[in-house]
């Protein structure tokens, strides 16, 4: 392991979040943030966290200064892994300095504020606070400076702290490796030779998806800052709101299918968006993901409408047609934003049965989405067939085939292995988190139920989700969880985020050894 070489890396990320910061300190006074005074506390917390990060920063450059080499596999692995914890670690420090309260006259503790960091930076969109307004007033009940960055690890995560790093420093060596580490997606489909220019080309369009999406909803009634916000949580996938209500606050039908809009455009596979750029319709409306994507939406959002019809549940305080409402939602869980307008907790077992099926399905490769991905769940259907093929036919041999290319043979080995490292890692986790939260946190009423709550916990974190059933419903919070298990559940949005195998080598004991 080059370790100069990590720490040079390692102090760039630390400087690039530090900087980051700065984007949110003008909200912290009256010019910005719509308040009547300088928000003292909020100022305190992002000062104090774009201090240490330049200053961790620092140090961590200047000792790795005289590195040498490139980067190879490993190290590209270590900045990867280690770079999003140690974000996640310094996004903490605003909301934990500022003593942001989770719950009236309870200020966050250091596993809220990680917890909060991560849950932005991975685009989970999970959250501990229960109230970001004062329900009586509608007035902010945390500093709107807070809220913004909040919102704003959203858009730092949705397209990579490291592909940022990538775009604005690709020419240090090791880009391509770094890149494919955290753009697994992308890893075979790259826009351009060179992968500097390939993130640039990714960091442009998301930019401009970003600023869409806040024209519109600032169009569409929304003030300046709930439309940046919103435009962060809705193209990274993430989920933050303003709003204790979520989109569910906002009256305006235009809105609403504002957010439709780009949520589906978020769970897009982004080199579509440079196709669509350089005029290649007819690749683009070829695209075999794209079309099961679009269907998947579509089919599931007439499920769920219907469902809905029949149960009666039309009218839940909005006149919204049922259609409207079930794709809101399907495109939400689909694409992992995790965005809500109505409690879905309330709604009958076989609509959240398939809302909780398109939790693994996510979206496309190289979207913004979490999940399994739809082209994994493609290729794994193909395969099946091809083995119930073999079954009967076994002197015939065929290839795995995407549309009429032939793949690799690894593409087979790891989209299984994927996939059962999926549920392993669910079911295990679903066991341990069980055991480690107190008996006392479930009242085992009809909103608490042990097995499905923390089972949905565990599904919404490692599928970077935000809402789950129960006490993790759309209307609920992960506060009440032990931090032990806030610690766990941030492990795990961790390990969904870099797609497992990027975080789960820095465990590897041989990893670590030098050459």
């Known amino acids: 392991m080059n370790w100069k070489l990590l720490r040079k890396q390692l102090g760039i990320i630390a400087l690039l979040v530090a900087a980051a910061m700065l984007v949110s300190v003008p909200w912290a006074f009256p010019q910005f943030g719509q308040t009547s005074e300088i928000e003292a506390e909020g100022l305190r917390g992002l000062?104090?966290?774009?201090?240490?990060?330049?200053?961790?920063g620092i140090i961590l450059t200047f000792s790795g200064k005289n590195a040498q080499g490139p980067i190879y596999r490993r190290e590209a692995l270590a900045v990867v892994g280690l770079g999003w914890i140690l974000a996640g670690l310094?996004?903490?420090?605003?909301?934990?300095?500022?003593?942001?309260?989770?719950?009236?006259?309870?200020?966050?503790?250091?596993?809220?504020?990680?917890?909060?960091?991560?849950?932005?930076?991975?685009?989970?969109?999970?959250?501990?606070?229960?109230?970001?307004e004062m329900p009586q007033t509608g007035k902010p009940a945390i500093p709107r400076c807070i809220l913004f960055w909040r919102s704003f690890t959203?858009?730092?995560?949705?397209?990579?702290?490291?592909?940022?790093?990538?775009?604005?420093?690709?020419?240090?060596?090791?880009?391509?490796?770094?890149?494919?580490?955290?753009?697994?997606?992308?890893?075979?489909?790259?826009?351009?030779p060179r992968i500097a220019q390939t993130a640039r080309i990714l960091w442009i369009i998301y930019v401009g998806l970003n600023l869409g999406c806040f024209t519109l909803l600032k169009l569409s009634g929304m003030t300046v800052f709930d439309a940046l916000c919103h435009a962060f949580g809705t193209l990274a996938t993430g989920g933050f709101s303003t709003r204790n209500a979520s989109i569910g606050a906002f009256e305006s039908p235009y809105i609403r299918t504002?957010?439709?809009?780009?949520?589906?455009?978020?769970?897009?596979?982004?080199?579509?968006?440079?196709?669509?750029?350089?005029?290649?319709?007819?690749t683009v409306l070829s695209n075999r993901e794209y079309q099961v994507y679009l269907f998947i939406l579509l089919s599931c959002t007439l499920g769920i409408g219907s469902l809905l019809w029949q149960a009666n549940s039309n009218n839940q305080g909005t006149d919204e047609p049922v259609l409207v409402r079930s794709l809101f939602h399907v495109a939400s869980i689909m694409t992992t934003t995790g965005y809500a307008t109505d409690d879905f907790?309330?709604?009958?077992?076989f609509p959240k049965a398939i809302l909780i099926l398109l939790m693994f399905v996510g979206g496309s490769v190289g979207s913004t989405g979490g999940g399994v991905k739809v082209l994994r769940w493609m290729l794994?259907?193909?395969?099946?067939?091809?083995?119930?093929?073999?079954?009967?036919?076994?002197?015939v041999v065929r290839p795995l085939r995407l549309g009429h290319q032939v793949l690799d043979p690894e593409v087979r080995h790891d989209?299984?292995?994927?996939?059962?490292?999926?549920?392993?890692?669910?079911?295990?986790?679903?066991?341990?988190?069980?055991a480690i939260q107190p008996e006392s946190l479930w009242d085992h009423t009809e909103q608490s139920e042990p097995l499905r709550d923390s089972a949905t916990a565990v599904i919404a974190s490692i599928?970077?989700?935000?809402?789950?059933?129960?006490?993790?419903?759309?209307?609920?919070?992960?506060g009440k969880f032990s931090d032990f298990g806030k610690i766990f559940l941030t492990m795990l949005m961790l390990l969904g985020r870099l797609e497992y195998f990027t975080l789960l080598v820095l465990f590897y004991p041989s990893f670590w050894k030098t050459h």
């Open 345 to 349: 907790n309330l709604w009958p077992a």
């Open 258 to 282: 504002t957010i439709i809009f780009f949520m589906i455009l978020g769970g897009t596979n982004y080199t579509l968006f440079y196709l669509l750029w350089k005029q290649q319709w007819k």
């Open 47 to 56: 000062l104090s966290g774009i201090f240490i990060s330049a200053i961790i």
């Open 154 to 192: 959203h858009f730092l995560g949705g397209m990579g702290i490291v592909v940022l790093f990538v775009a604005l420093l690709g020419h240090l060596g090791g880009a391509k490796l770094l890149f494919q580490r955290e753009v697994s997606g992308l890893a075979r489909d790259t826009l351009q």
């Open 380 to 395: 794994l259907a193909r395969i099946l067939l091809l083995e119930v093929f073999h079954a009967f036919r076994p002197q």
């Open 415 to 434: 989209v299984v292995v994927y996939i059962a490292i999926v549920f392993l890692v669910f079911a295990g986790s679903w066991i341990f988190f069980l």
């Open 90 to 132: 310094l996004g903490a420090i605003p909301f934990y300095i500022s003593q942001t309260q989770r719950a009236p006259e309870i200020p966050m503790s250091v596993a809220d504020a990680i917890f909060e960091s991560m849950s932005g930076l991975t685009t989970t969109g999970s959250s501990v606070l229960s109230d970001v």
């Open 463 to 478: 599928n970077n989700i935000g809402p789950g059933l129960g006490v993790v419903g759309p209307t609920q919070t992960y």
